[in-house]
């Protein structure tokens, strides 16, 4: 029995609601203003942190207003602020080392390299001397054989210390190579690259609302496992908001966006909201038959957004509303309306 009722009553519901759209286009092709029904609506945007650590504080209930830029809710920050001074630590110890390279030798460690090389050539020439003494001695048999060779072996091996130090003051004076300050330079720059992470993810441990608004959800609490997947709030933006109305199919030439717009509520009845039309859909938002006669295409409606700035937060999502839209007005470059309020687009 109750799907026997239920069936006609449905196909009433139809009957009437076609009804009321091609009546309604009908009065309203007549008329130099047309009317529409619908019901405020408005973005939400669900916030997370963008790290995954226990929540320390909560700042706000549901039902709060904040501002844009106000903090929320904060994670524990320990691990993060460590891992934060070890990297900026190290980028300061890096920048010495670059600094050192860049710099070069010192004139101390030069003018001691200078020194260490003028004493080798002394011994140097005290040693080939000696040699050559110790040879010719040994060519009259008055020295041996031995003590001449090992005087050579001496002598040879101050020439080879005197070269060796030689190349350290050349080295020194040149300084170091460029290859070893770009490969010094490249190590600075990722660990600043790290620091600058590591600094972030410590940023990310506070949780700030984008924009004005009304905390509609508070879904996590103290203690919490927060992770960039897992919301801890829903804001309900409280600008700007916008009539969502059904525009039939007749009246598409008549109304265009940017035309100004009167929004009236049951809520408060004695008020008239001003709007403007910023946006109308581009297809049907419902479709009787595949092929329509020009009857049922009366029946076409076409989703239009009606825009305010609310600016005393009175319009409130799902509240029914009435909008009046004056079709013989001329549509300026900026509507008076959009100019007080910057914030709505």
Known sequence: MKKKIIIPLLIVIAILSGWYFYSTAKNNQHTDQVTLFGNVDIREVNLSF???????????????????????????????????????????????????LVAGTRPEDIS??????????????????????????????????????????????????????QAALDLAIAGPRKEV????RAILNAKQAEYIRAFQNLKDATLSAPSD?????RILEMGDMASPQTPV?????????????????????????????????????????A??????????????????????????????RIYSCNDNNELRLGMPATVKIDLKQKIADDSGVKKHCKKAL
């Not at 920050?77 to 080392?97: G, M, R, Y």
């Open 213 to 217: 608004g009304i905390i509609r959800n």
């Open 50 to 100: 963008n790290g995954i650590e226990h929540i320390s504080s909560i700042m706000v209930e549901e039902g709060d207003h904040v501002k844009k830029g106000q903090e929320l809710a904060f994670l524990h920050t320990e691990l993060l602020q460590a891992n934060s001074a070890q990297a900026k630590a190290q980028v300061e110890a890096q920048k010495q080392i670059l600094a050192a």
């Open 233 to 273: 709030f829903t804001l309900a933006l409280t600008e700007p908001v916008w009539i969502r109305a059904y525009l039939a199919d007749p009246l598409l030439g008549q109304v265009k966006p940017g035309m100004e717009a009167s929004i009236y509520t049951d809520s408060y009845p004695e008020k008239n909201y």
């Open 275 to 304: 709007g403007w039309v910023g946006y109308i859909s581009p297809t049907a938002e419902f479709t009787p038959k595949n092929i329509e006669t020009a009857e049922l295409r009366t029946h076409l409606v076409y989703q239009v």
């Open 181 to 184: 300050i770009a490969q010094a």
């Open 112 to 165: 001691k390299a200078k020194a260490d090389l003028e004493s080798a050539k002394a011994i140097m020439s005290s040693s080939e001397h000696t040699a050559g003494r110790i040879t010719k001695l040994a060519k009259k048999n008055l020295a041996s054989t031995d003590e001449a060779e090992h005087s050579r072996s001496v002598a040879q091996a101050d020439s080879a210390k005197v070269k060796a130090l």
